[in-house]
């Protein structure tokens, strides 16, 4: 019997584990440090929008450049420290507090069982995903490992995806995408010919929307069901 796809790709905030088990002991780092949080959510969305295309770009600038040049700008700071800080309070300050944090519930069975079905699976996240994984104790379930920043764009444009299938060596048409964003992992994953899958909330009237995802689930052993049935 033919199987609906070649390979399963996740993203990672969110979707391998519940945001809220990272929210809470984040809370007093929040406080601290509003200001810079801000600063790279506003700058985020800039890169993420159509006004990103008119963004001045040096050469040799990197993802990581430019999203330190509008935060320094929004701050009213050097970038170059603002981009040092930001190195080391958010993306590797933040990596220790996933030694604590527990994945969803049947997501190492359902790795495990997808796994020795044959399929090929993957990572793509927004932030560096390797310390994350190594903290979650997921290593060892994947075929390939991938940040949008590294790509030089985040999701939902479609740079980041079109590596995933490279590295994969899989058709858009044969690879599922797992995220837990609409705006940036539904859409993202659609408009390049993959399906998708959305976790979403069980709680009722706070149901996430669900876009045009391909399947909604609340829980991974539902997920893994659809994607072996």
Known sequence: MSRKFDG????????L???YRFYLPLIPFIVREHRLLMAL?????????????????NPGDTFYDIQARIMGELLRMDRQIVK??????????WEPLFKTIKPYPELRETLQTLRSAGLKLGVLSDFPPEAKL???????????????ERAGALKPDPAPFLELLKKLEISADRLLYVG???AYDIIGAKNIGMKAA??????G????????????????????????D
Do not use: H, M
Not at 84 to 91: A, F, P, R
Not at 198 to 203: A, I
């Open 8 to 15: 399963v790709a996740f993203d990672l905030d969110g979707t």
């Open 17 to 19: 584990y519940p945001n």
């Open 41 to 57: 959510g506003k700058a985020r969305d800039i890169l993420r929008s159509p006004r990103q295309e008119s963004l001045q770009k």
């Open 84 to 93: 040092e800080k930001t190195e080391s309070l958010i993306y590797r300050g």
């Open 134 to 148: 190594a903290n979650l104790n997921l290593n060892g379930y994947w075929d390939a490992v991938l940040c949008s």
């Open 180 to 182: 837990n964003s609409v």
């Open 198 to 203: 959305l976790v979403s909330f069980p709680f």
């Open 205 to 228: 009237k706070y149901r996430l929307k669900t876009g045009n995802a391909d399947f909604v689930f609340s829980n991974y052993r539902a997920l893994c069901d659809y994607i072996l």
